[in-house]
């Protein structure tokens, strides 16, 4: 069974003793002690308090420690029912409360439950140690992995035999009693590690917003933007302006501000967030958590960390990971330099007197881009208000493919004002899903987008999904229109394409249903969700003037198909050196020293042709949240690999008449209501007709070659 007990990554302070020894005795007055008895259970954020979640939590991992010691213990010969289904029965009080733990801590933290967390962290480690290094408990999964071909089992049932062997296997179940007792404590520091990194980040990131009382260095944002900057500052008891930096390198404004010095701060503040020798400094941490994931992969058997993780993946191996981004490397790079002679040349054309950077290519790129192809960003804009994009776009596509229909709740309660609910419906009538959606930056919520369940489906369990999408788009001043870009709009159908993928899920057992698959499978749903984006029905829906509701003009619409190419060298380069960056840290041997961190990242980018220093790596290492806290580790690649099947597949649609029900359902029967239940590459190729070919990627991306 694959155990759903890992936190991402959120802010944790130091547990204090006031914080982490007041919480209360779990009983029947603790919200979680039973199912919600919410529609689809939801949770009662209404009557959750902080000092809920630890008791829950730690009961729920002791009740299901008790519901392992009884299927171990069990005197009958192992069976599929009484070992396999009765794993995946166990858990339950612990999946109700972690997941809502671990959805909150992401995106609405405060101290309290920072001071958790950190507690929490190494027990939850060592709860997933206790499960899978249970010699007894591996031995009745075993006798029932050696005899499946005599049981008869069906189709999924005999998957979730192979991958609940595979998982138990993988996370150390054979190894003597003295190695395990090793691995435990690895896996103990490595998750206290893991908890430390996102605290420090949480906070660099905070303390490195851009702070400025002057409005003309801020010159080139709108009047909304200025009133977000304003507002961001007060609310933080600020005079002035702040403007607050996500988690990628890039930040969103370096497009629009026209000061120099003002851009050459913020990606200063970017490029230096977690590496000012401070308490927040990161580097230390990453560099020994990854010498402790070395140890463990060679104490488990592998070369290197890398070679663990990979073993259960599309790609297998580093080196066919490494093979894959190789070939990509020199065609994004080629395009990223032409893209910076444009550049440059521009800059040279108006008498800069400077020589190309990282903080002016957005600013310079969209003056050639409105050059090229005439089209300005701000032009675009008020045509993408966020919740018409949700309703009338991304919820658009969902209907015309897949008859789904949405009906906003306002009787839930939610764990933040901001947040909105939806219930998905069936075509056939039946509720489907409940979805929570969580778009706007604040200050105690984690950098970038996500998708995650507070009730994870299974026909098992009966469960039906609930589900949120979160994302840090710029909240607007009171009054004002929440405006996005169209990569903001392309992240809400990414976002959503995940939730798809649990939502629809047919599978019986939760191991194996919904988001379940490995990172080069899972992002493909997603990222093949974002092409209907810019499908021609789906963008006139939603694509409308937000205060006269006025369609995009032709001639508008036809700009931005026309500007899709550009910048994508840029946006390739930067995802392919942070991806190298990831595979680089996680390839290192166990005889390996401890890295210095800037010397490293240096000599992997050298060594993959992608030291550009205009075109920096979407993360840098101090800052990689996906890697060192995300359970992303060597798994970066996932995304470039699931771009491929998503431009391969789109392809098929377009070969087969687009955007059609027919060619939804079929979708949806293939892929996404199949989980994991059975091998990803023959999933694919079943519905595909053969494998995946990187052509269409290469053309869709506009690298040529």
């Given at each position: 069974m694959k155990l759903r007990t890992i936190l991402p990554a959120a802010a944790a302070l130091a547990c204090g003793a006031q914080l982490c020894t007041a919480a209360p005795a779990f009983g029947p007055s603790n919200p979680f002690y039973r199912e919600s008895t919410l529609p689809f259970h939801a949770p009662p954020f209404d009557r959750i308090r902080d000092e809920d979640y630890r008791p829950a939590i730690e009961a729920g991992m002791a009740e299901q420690l008790a519901e392992v010691r009884r299927i171990a213990d069990n005197p009958a010969a192992a069976t599929f029912d009484n070992t396999l289904v009765a794993l995946e029965r166990s858990g339950r009080l612990l999946e109700r409360a972690l997941s809502v733990f671990q959805g909150v801590t992401q995106a609405n933290t405060d101290p309290a439950l920072d001071a958790a967390k950190s507690a929490l962290a190494p027990e939850l480690a060592a709860h997933e140690d206790a499960i899978h290094l249970n010699g007894k408990l591996f031995r009745r999964v075993a006798s029932v992995y050696e005899r499946r071909a005599a049981l008869h089992l069906d189709p999924e049932s005999l998957r979730l035999v192979e991958v609940t062997y595979d998982e138990f296997v993988h996370e150390g179940a054979k190894l003597s009693a003295a190695d395990k007792a090793h691995l435990t404590a690895l896996n103990k520091e490595i998750s206290s590690l893991s908890d430390t990194f996102s605290t420090k980040l949480v906070a660099a990131t905070r303390d490195g917003a851009y702070h400025t009382s002057d409005r003309a260095a801020l010159a080139g944002l709108s009047d909304a933007e200025l009133a977000a900057a304003s507002q961001a500052a007060h609310?933080?008891?600020?005079?002035?302006y702040l403007i607050p930096l996500q988690n990628t390198t890039q930040q969103p404004d370096l497009g629009s501000l026209s000061v120099r010095a003002t851009r050459l701060a913020i990606f200063r503040n970017s490029w230096e967030r977690a590496e000012h020798g401070d308490a927040d400094d990161t580097r230390a941490v990453i560099a020994r958590m990854a010498w402790l994931r070395a140890q463990r992969a060679r104490l488990l058997g592998y070369p290197n960390h890398a070679a663990w993780t990979l073993e259960d993946q599309m790609a297998r191996t580093p080196e066919a990971a490494l093979k894959f981004m190789d070939r990509l490397a020199p065609l994004a790079v080629r395009r990223a330099?032409?893209?910076?002679?444009?550049?440059?040349?521009?800059i040279d054309a108006q008498h800069?007197?400077?020589?190309?950077?990282?903080?002016?290519w957005d600013f310079y790129a969209a003056q050639v881009r409105k050059a090229k192809y005439d089209l300005d960003e701000d032009e675009v804009k008020p045509y993408f208000e966020v919740r018409n994009v949700l309703e009338n776009g991304v919820f658009y596509a969902a209907n015309q493919l897949y008859g789904l229909t949405f009906r906003r709740r306002t009787d839930l309660p939610v764990y933040q004002p901001d947040v909105w609910v939806y219930e998905v419906i069936d075509a056939t009538g039946k509720p489907l899903a409940l979805m929570y959606f969580d778009y706007f930056k604040r200050d105690n919520k984690d950098g970038g987008a996500w998708m995650d369940t507070f009730v994870h489906t299974s026909g098992l369990t009966g469960d039906l999904a609930v589900i949120?999408?979160?994302?840090n788009f710029s909240?607007?001043?009171a009054g004002q229109p929440a405006l996005i870009s169209f990569d903001d709009v392309t992240t809400m159908f990414h976002e959503f394409g995940h939730a798809l993928h649990e939502m629809l899920s047919d599978a019986r057992y939760p191991t194996l249903s919904g988001t379940t698959p490995e990172r080069d499978f899972v992002?493909?749903?997603?990222q093949f969700n974002e092409h209907w984006?810019?499908?021609?029905s789906v963008f006139a829906h939603y694509a409308r003037h937000y205060r006269t509701g006025a369609a995009m003009p032709a001639e508008l619409v036809a700009k931005i198909r026309r500007a899709r190419d550009f910048n994508q060298g840029y946006a390739m380069t930067e995802l392919v050196a942070a991806a190298e960056l990831d595979m680089q840290w996680h390839m290192l041997p166990a005889d390996a020293p401890l890295q210095n961190v800037d010397e490293f990242e240096a000599r992997a980018l050298k060594r993959a042709g992608l030291d550009l220093p205009a075109v920096p790596p979407r993360y840098r290492s101090s800052y990689f949240r996906h890697i060192w806290a995300?359970?992303?580790s060597a798994g970066y690649y996932a995304y470039l690999w699931t771009q491929m099947l998503a431009d391969d597949g789109y392809e098929w649609f377009e070969e087969h008449g687009g955007l059609t029900r027919a060619n939804g359902e079929r979708f949806r029967r293939m892929i996404l209501s199949r989980g994991n239940t059975e091998d990803l590459e023959r999933l694919y190729e079943a519905w595909r007709g053969r494998p995946p070919r990187v052509q269409a990627m290469v053309r869709w991306r506009g690298l040529g070659g």
């Amino acid at each position: 069974m694959k155990l759903r007990t890992i936190l991402p990554a959120a802010a944790a302070l130091a547990c204090g003793a006031q914080l982490c020894t007041a919480a209360p005795a779990f009983g029947p007055s603790n919200p979680f002690y039973r199912e919600s008895t919410l529609p689809f259970h939801a949770p009662p954020f209404d009557r959750i308090r902080d000092e809920d979640y630890r008791p829950a939590i730690e009961a729920g991992m002791a009740e299901q420690l008790a519901e392992v010691r009884r299927i171990a213990d069990n005197p009958a010969a192992a069976t599929f029912d009484n070992t396999l289904v009765a794993l995946e029965r166990s858990g339950r009080l612990l999946e109700r409360a972690l997941s809502v733990f671990q959805g909150v801590t992401q995106a609405n933290t405060d101290p309290a439950l920072d001071a958790a967390k950190s507690a929490l962290a190494p027990e939850l480690a060592a709860h997933e140690d206790a499960i899978h290094l249970n010699g007894k408990l591996f031995r009745r999964v075993a006798s029932v992995y050696e005899r499946r071909a005599a049981l008869h089992l069906d189709p999924e049932s005999l998957r979730l035999v192979e991958v609940t062997y595979d998982e138990f296997v993988h996370e150390g179940a054979k190894l003597s009693a003295a190695d395990k007792a090793h691995l435990t404590a690895l896996n103990k520091e490595i998750s206290s590690l893991s908890d430390t990194f996102s605290t420090k980040l949480v906070a660099a990131t905070r303390d490195g917003a851009y702070h400025t009382s002057d409005r003309a260095a801020l010159a080139g944002l709108s009047d909304a933007e200025l009133a977000a900057a304003s507002q961001a500052a007060h609310e933080r008891k600020l005079d002035g302006y702040l403007i607050p930096l996500q988690n990628t390198t890039q930040q969103p404004d370096l497009g629009s501000l026209s000061v120099r010095a003002t851009r050459l701060a913020i990606f200063r503040n970017s490029w230096e967030r977690a590496e000012h020798g401070d308490a927040d400094d990161t580097r230390a941490v990453i560099a020994r958590m990854a010498w402790l994931r070395a140890q463990r992969a060679r104490l488990l058997g592998y070369p290197n960390h890398a070679a663990w993780t990979l073993e259960d993946q599309m790609a297998r191996t580093p080196e066919a990971a490494l093979k894959f981004m190789d070939r990509l490397a020199p065609l994004a790079v080629r395009r990223a330099r032409a893209e910076a002679q444009d550049i440059q040349a521009l800059i040279d054309a108006q008498h800069g007197g400077f020589k190309l950077t990282a903080a002016d290519w957005d600013f310079y790129a969209a003056q050639v881009r409105k050059a090229k192809y005439d089209l300005d960003e701000d032009e675009v804009k008020p045509y993408f208000e966020v919740r018409n994009v949700l309703e009338n776009g991304v919820f658009y596509a969902a209907n015309q493919l897949y008859g789904l229909t949405f009906r906003r709740r306002t009787d839930l309660p939610v764990y933040q004002p901001d947040v909105w609910v939806y219930e998905v419906i069936d075509a056939t009538g039946k509720p489907l899903a409940l979805m929570y959606f969580d778009y706007f930056k604040r200050d105690n919520k984690d950098g970038g987008a996500w998708m995650d369940t507070f009730v994870h489906t299974s026909g098992l369990t009966g469960d039906l999904a609930v589900i949120y999408n979160v994302a840090n788009f710029s909240k607007p001043a009171a009054g004002q229109p929440a405006l996005i870009s169209f990569d903001d709009v392309t992240t809400m159908f990414h976002e959503f394409g995940h939730a798809l993928h649990e939502m629809l899920s047919d599978a019986r057992y939760p191991t194996l249903s919904g988001t379940t698959p490995e990172r080069d499978f899972v992002e493909f749903p997603s990222q093949f969700n974002e092409h209907w984006a810019l499908y021609p029905s789906v963008f006139a829906h939603y694509a409308r003037h937000y205060r006269t509701g006025a369609a995009m003009p032709a001639e508008l619409v036809a700009k931005i198909r026309r500007a899709r190419d550009f910048n994508q060298g840029y946006a390739m380069t930067e995802l392919v050196a942070a991806a190298e960056l990831d595979m680089q840290w996680h390839m290192l041997p166990a005889d390996a020293p401890l890295q210095n961190v800037d010397e490293f990242e240096a000599r992997a980018l050298k060594r993959a042709g992608l030291d550009l220093p205009a075109v920096p790596p979407r993360y840098r290492s101090s800052y990689f949240r996906h890697i060192w806290a995300d359970d992303y580790s060597a798994g970066y690649y996932a995304y470039l690999w699931t771009q491929m099947l998503a431009d391969d597949g789109y392809e098929w649609f377009e070969e087969h008449g687009g955007l059609t029900r027919a060619n939804g359902e079929r979708f949806r029967r293939m892929i996404l209501s199949r989980g994991n239940t059975e091998d990803l590459e023959r999933l694919y190729e079943a519905w595909r007709g053969r494998p995946p070919r990187v052509q269409a990627m290469v053309r869709w991306r506009g690298l040529g070659g």
